[in-house]
């Protein structure tokens, strides 16, 4: 009762939400870098937000199915086979016994999440299932998924098929402005610094990481090298020596002594994780009530868009 990985692709990890409250063993959340896909993903297969799903970070993944099972995949869009036939993303499917799953590389964005009915039953470390290879802890082994892997999970019969219409699915352009709450640091870089950050279009470096987005564009300067080590939040901008910020996303390290220009709200860094090297962004600042409201609103939204049973295939 399992899914066999025959192919593992370019990165495949094994996420839950993440790994909360543990940042003073200097462990961090990791967890699925774009929270919307994997939430819809849960939401489509009527689980609970908390199963574990595969991430597959640039496709490539090639799966033997040993149950019968409901499966999704959403994300990025990269083309979908099951037994060598075209299938929808952002819909559930009936995969049996036999059956081999293969995901293609994406036109579009650079991450798919793959989820089966009640998740996949691994055991959590620290609280959780998250995979985050620099601690080598959560998935299977503390690493990314290899040939031969065997996912553990449940059958199920019962539940209806269901798909997110097309006008609904998130679309993954080439671009994004994120929205930007600053931070007390921001007075560190003077007016014209500032105003060169929020004008800028920056690329997305091929550096580009789980632990955090590299920049490239104008050189932003501060007027002091570094600051005492303190907790980074999900989405905080540093601006290290060469003046490059990095965006810090899921496997973040827990503190930091680079200066921060302010956080990318938690929103804006999901839809960021879906942007290739050479991807343009532009940030905004908003104030925190304003980051509040766009958050309450986003997740209003995830839970109550609408879902369109489909006959049985």
Partial sequence: MSLRIRQPGVLSLLQDRGRFGQHHLGLTTGGPMDLEAFLLCQRLLGNSADCTLLECSFGGLEVEVNIDTLLCVTGA?????????????????????????????PQQGCRNY?????????????????TVLREGIGGLRGEKLAPDDVLPCRSDTQRPRLRLPPAERPHYAG??????????????????????????????????????????????????????????????????????????????????????LGSAISIDASRMSQLRPGGTVHFAAVSPHAAHNALHMHHWRLQHLPLQPLPEE
């Fill in 77 to 105: 869009d990269a083309p979908l086979l099951i037994n060598g036939k075209p299938a929808d993303l952002w819909t559930t499917h009936r995969v049996r016994e036999g059956d081999r799953v293969q995901l293609g590389h």
């Fill in 114 to 130: 793959l989820g089966v009915v009640d998740g996949f039953q691994v055991a959590p470390q620290f609280g959780s299932t998250a």
């Fill in 175 to 260: 671009q994004l402005t994120v929205r930007v709450v600053p931070g007390y640091q921001q007075q560190h870089f003077d007016r014209l610094q500032q105003r060169r950050f929020y004008s800028a279009a920056w690329s997305v470096s091929q550096r580009a990481d789980r632990m955090g987005y590299r920049l490239e564009g104008p050189v932003i300067r501060c007027d002091i090298a570094g600051i005492v080590s303190e907790g980074i939040c999900l989405g905080a901008i540093q601006v290290p020596a060469d003046g490059q910020p990095i965006v810090l996303l899921n496997d973040r390290q827990t503190i930091g002594g680079y200066p921060k």
